[in-house]
């Protein structure tokens, strides 16, 4: 019997969970598209657990979003309470968003974890202390720990508010709770990155052969893992790591730390701001001598960051020392990039590890996890996602909206394009003109989704003089408060009605969720591609020598996956009703408009006229 948390199941919400139980009672993988509103979540989870329970396995639901967290740990208290069933669950992020210590949210990854590792060596760290004596929980440890049980399914910012007060490290008091736990709600990480995951699994006694692995948010899942496998060096930080070690007093590491200086310098002598070129693996090491010298040099530089970090919590040497150990990787699958561009009137000349192929990391939980499987309401083509996470015998299903087709009105808007050519003040007017006359239409809150913040800014100046609306910007790097503070005051004017400028791939068009009909329009502006640079160009050859489909695997899929994300902000519920508009002419040539959902009925319209008149006719 199904764990099914609420009182009736939607037929094809019954489809997603025999597809579920399929593929894991037979050790497959599973690639879905499952739009949102489907109840994918409620419908992975019954199953999973229902067979994890049956058969002594742990089930790890993935997700890199908070809010993702939230509606997971509420489906399990749900489950347990319909179904009076007793099971430990433990959510779980990054060592460093739990941490109880003050000031580490300035800290990079390598940084904190050099940090904390001085902090408890050293015994400075009253909350691990305090939660910990070797190997095993403190009595007032044991105590956090049962009382979490008891309270539970609790979400992570529960978990960390209650063993602060206690002064005990949360992390500790989550990780040793895990032990016990039959579902782990986590980040990606802490599954696919391969040193995370057996510490993990060892501190845990978890295995991953015992493990059912839901990835949610799946579309997300290549481009996370590959920015963990890519690492940057800089004159910059090279330059910082100088003046660490003069003052405290590590100069064995700095003749090291100039030969890189050099070797950066002479390889982009001549480049200019902006260019960038491809460069091998000897070009940079080299400078540190031979193979034995190169070792000997990463040895050095891990124990002088360990003297830095321990003084002061930051350490540019963390970095240089990351960067150097994955520089001596593999070829295949990455790119070694240079680049120069300049900061504050100087140059500043950047090395790139980039990784291409997500299979690196991936693969391994393919081949060893009991069942994996990936969902996300904007998988398509789910063909793609089983190539790149490298799942050959992966079961593919595509599952329509739930809503009403009635409920959106979609068109393609043909009058102006933000394709590079074409761009200009004359462009710019017309998707101002364009912008405007459908916000003016639109009975309530609209967003507009731009490919960048700069593009966005040149249409803001010639749209805020066409538009009466209240205008709200998304800006890079917003915090969470700031964001959350937005949304409020955004939401006052869900009857008058405001503009939103935000961008595609940004905090607006993922990450947040705009409840209870508060959008009622958006407009994806433009196709949000990636700039055509040396990493997309590498990533096209990669999946051509790989797939045979490098143009669309590396360019066009990817572009449209940002366009549909934007575009599902608009309808969240079967009560949402809303329009959607995909304002450049290039979303009507085949290439695009063939991964648009053929079940949204798209209309066309060519010009601003057209499509004010369609929305005057949705909206009546």
């Given at each position: 019997m199904h764990l099914f948390p609420h009182e009736t199941v939607r037929p094809v919400q019954n489809e997603l969970m025999d597809s579920v139980t399929e593929a894991i009672s037979s050790r497959k993988g599973l690639v879905v598209h499952a739009p949102t509103g489907l109840g994918k979540t409620a419908a992975s989870l019954a199953p999973a657990l229902r067979y994890a329970i049956d058969n002594d396995l742990t089930v790890f639901f993935l997700t890199s979003r908070h809010t993702q967290h939230r509606i997971a740990i509420e489906t399990l208290r749900r489950m347990r309470e319909r179904h009076s069933l007793d099971f430990t669950v433990a959510d779980i992020i990054g060592k460093k968003h739990m941490c109880a210590q003050p000031g580490v949210g300035k800290l990079?990854?390598?940084?904190?974890?050099?940090?904390?590792?001085?902090?408890?060596?050293?015994?400075?760290?009253?909350?691990?202390?305090?939660?910990?004596?070797?190997?095993?929980?403190?009595?007032?440890?044991?105590?956090?720990?049962?009382?979490?049980?008891?309270?539970?399914?609790?979400?992570?910012?529960?978990?960390?508010?209650?063993?602060?007060?206690?002064?005990?490290?949360?992390?500790?008091?989550?990780?040793?709770?895990?032990?016990k736990a039959r579902v782990i709600v986590t980040d990606y990480y802490s599954i696919f990155h391969p040193t995370i995951r057996g510490s993990f699994f060892r501190r845990s006694g978890k295995s991953l052969d015992k493990a059912v692995v839901i990835a949610d948010e799946g579309h997300n899942l290549p481009q996370r893992l590959r920015e963990l496998l890519s690492t940057r060096l800089s004159t910059m930080m090279l330059r910082r790591g100088v003046k660490e070690a003069r003052k405290h007093g590590c100069r064995d590491v700095i003749p090291l730390l100039t030969a890189l200086q050099d070797s950066l310098n002479s390889l982009s002598d001549r480049m200019k701001s902006g260019?960038?070129?491809?460069?091998?693996?000897?070009?940079?090491?080299?400078?540190?001598?031979?193979?034995?010298?190169?070792?000997?040099a990463i040895a050095a530089l891990e124990l002088a960051a360990e003297q830095v970090v321990a003084r002061q919590m930051r350490s540019a040497l963390t970095g240089v020392h990351a960067f150097l150990v994955a520089w001596k990787g593999p070829d295949e699958g990455f790119a070694r990039i240079l680049q120069v561009n300049e900061m504050q009137g100087l140059p500043l000349a950047s090395l790139t590890h980039r990784c291409l192929d997500p299979s690196v990391l991936s693969s391994d939980v393919v081949k060893q996890a009991h069942a994996l499987i990936v969902m996300s309401g904007t998988l398509t083509p789910v063909e793609m996602y089983r190539d790149l996470l490298s799942m050959p015998n992966a079961v593919l299903k595509t599952y329509p909206s739930p809503f009403p087709v009635t409920n959106r009105l979609a068109v393609v808007l043909t009058s102006a394009t933000t394709q590079y050519k074409a761009r200009g003040e004359e462009q710019f007017g017309r998707i101002a003109a364009a912008c405007s006359a459908i916000a003016e239409k639109v009975p309530g809150n609209v967003a507009l989704f731009f490919p960048s913040y700069g593009l966005r800014d040149l249409v803001k100046t010639q749209f805020e003089r066409s538009c009466s609306r209240t205008l709200f910007l998304e800006y890079s790097q917003m915090a969470q408060e700031e964001k959350a503070a937005m949304l409020e005051r955004f939401a006052g004017y869900k009857k008058s009605g405001a503009v939103l400028m935000a961008v595609s791939s940004g905090s607006f068009s993922e990450g947040v969720d705009f409840p209870d009909g508060m959008l009622k329009g958006v407009v994806i502006v433009g196709l949000p591609l990636q700039r055509p640079d040396l990493e997309t160009?590498?990533?096209?050859?990669?999946?051509?020598?790989?797939?045979?489909?490098?143009?669309?695997?590396?360019?066009?899929?990817?572009?449209?996956?940002?366009?549909?994300?934007?575009?599902?902000?608009?309808?969240?519920?079967?009560?949402?009703?809303?329009?959607?508009?995909?304002?450049?002419?290039?979303?009507?040539?085949?290439?695009?408009?063939?991964?648009?959902p053929k079940e949204w009925q798209i209309r066309l319209a060519r010009s601003d006229e057209q499509c004010v008149s369609l929305l005057e006719e949705f909206f009546g």
């Open positions: 990079q990854g390598g940084e904190f974890y050099e940090y904390c590792k001085a902090l408890r060596e050293e015994g400075n760290c009253q909350f691990y202390a305090q939660a910990r004596t070797g190997a095993r929980l403190t009595p007032e440890g044991k105590l956090a720990m049962a009382q979490l049980e008891q309270r539970g399914p609790l979400h992570v910012e529960e978990s960390v508010a209650h063993c602060t007060e206690q002064e005990l490290c949360p992390y500790e008091i989550v990780s040793a709770l895990s032990s260019q960038e070129r491809l460069v091998t693996r000897d070009d940079v090491a080299k400078a540190l001598g031979n193979e034995q010298e190169y070792e000997d160009e590498c990533l096209i050859k990669h999946y051509d020598r790989k797939f045979g489909r490098g143009w669309d695997y590396g360019y066009v899929y990817p572009a449209m996956n940002r366009a549909m994300q934007s575009a599902g902000r608009c309808i969240r519920s079967e009560k949402d009703r809303g329009a959607v508009v995909f304002l450049d002419m290039r979303y009507a040539w085949p290439q695009y408009a063939q991964c648009l």
